[in-house]
């Protein structure tokens, strides 16, 4: 069974033609990690192109690695871990549920409008007059 986990664009580190590198959310215990995912996997969902959402299976198995943070070390992986679906769940669960709340508000702000369109009566006209001096305007 396929399951989606939103996340902010601004988790995105990089992106080539067929993946996307996304980082940890910074209130995650894994904070500092990444992994990548399938670019196919990755949709915009909302919020002005910021809100994004990743989708995977229950066997999917997440592949987190660590960067150093040095001088000379910056691409060097230090450390590795993988996360089951259930863990990933748990460490983006915050961010997944105030970009959802975010988008049912926005949902419901669509479908809620101030404009009444109401038909204009219609109006029978009996007699009509026209005064001398416009019958003469016209006439010229």
Known sequence: MWKKIFFNSLNIEA??????????????????YK????????RVEGGKGYHLSFSFTDDFKFKLFKNGKGKYNKKE????MELSP???????????????????RHKAKEKESYLIIEEPE???IKNIEIREELKNEQKK
């Open 86 to 104: 259930e863990e990933m769940f748990e460490e983006f669960e915050q961010v997944d549920e105030s970009i959802s709340l975010a988008e049912k």
């Open 15 to 32: 992106e080539t033609e067929k993946s996307v590198l996304i980082k940890m959310p910074n209130k995650s215990k894994y904070s500092g």
């Open 77 to 80: 992986i230090i450390d590795e």
């Open 122 to 124: 219609k109006k029978e």
């Open 35 to 42: 992994f990548w995912h399938p670019k196919k996997l990755v």
